[in-house]
Nanobody
């Protein structure tokens, strides 16, 4: 499985961006897709996940601002980010989780930079 993330960029605080993660290939053991981010000097953290049945989960820091969704016909997962804050600045990665939620992804995209200016 290969994941291709896109959609990052530079935006002012309060603005919006939509990230996309296109998947190619298949693995029947994948149970969820997720977005993760890593800011400079910090560990990679979970942003949001969506299961194969559409259940979603968000980090507290992004709840009510970010929305994860998927378009199965296109094998694509999206992350709509609204009301962006400077602390959202990070490299954003999409990942595919196998077997059960809570595990780290077994497949990773290449990352896309999101920079929010104040």
């Amino acid at each position: 499985v290969q994941l291709q993330a896109s959609g990052g960029g530079l935006v002012q605080a309060g603005g919006s961006l939509r990230l996309s993660c296109a998947a190619s290939g298949s693995d029947v053991r994948i149970v969820a897709m997720g977005w993760y981010r890593q800011a400079p000097g910090k560990q990679r953290e979970l942003v949001a996940t969506i299961t194969n049945t559409g259940s979603t989960n968000y980090a507290d820091s992004v709840k009510a601002r970010f929305t994860i969704s998927r378009e199965n016909a296109k094998n694509t997962v999206y992350l709509q980010m609204n009301s962006l804050k400077p602390e959202d600045t990070a490299v954003y990665y999409c990942g595919a989780v196998r077997y059960r939620l809570g595990r780290l992804p077994d497949y990773w995209g290449q990352g896309t930079q999101v920079t929010v200016s104040s």
